[in-house]
Nanobody, 123 residues
């Protein structure tokens, strides 16, 4: 079972930046997807970005150009660089992982989830 731990959230003013990290521990599959999701108060969880173990990336269309997903050299660290943050980006951000290479941005079917890290953007 893969355990995921997010960090890097916090409070930032609009147009600021944050980098979120997700550390994976335990057994990691040889081929896998990892992704970032977010849930704002009163809204459903939504996909932000995903990446598979061979580097294929998907972004939620509205976030392209502001958010960048990447993996560390050790492959057990996932990052989300968030630039030009807006108050609408305020949410709990979650990391998820699943075996396989077909990474989408749907919230169902991911085998492992982290506890989340809060991002608050003020105007």
């Amino acid at each position: 079972q893969v355990q995921l731990l997010e960090s890097g959230g916090g409070s930032v003013q609009a147009r600021g930046s944050l980098r979120l990290s997700c550390a994976a521990s335990g057994y990691m599959w040889n081929t896998y997807c990892m992704g970032w999701f977010r849930q704002a108060p009163g809204k459903q969880r939504e996909g932000v970005a995903s990446i598979n173990s061979i580097g294929r990336i998907n972004y939620a269309e509205p976030l392209k150009g502001r958010f960048t997903i990447s993996q560390g050299n050790a492959k057990n660290i996932l990052y989300l660089q968030m630039n030009s943050l807006e108050p609408e980006d305020t949410a709990m951000y979650y990391c998820a992982a699943d075996p396989g290479l077909s990474c989408g941005l749907g919230t169902s079917g991911w085998r492992s989830w982290g506890q989340g890290t809060q991002v608050t953007v003020s105007s």
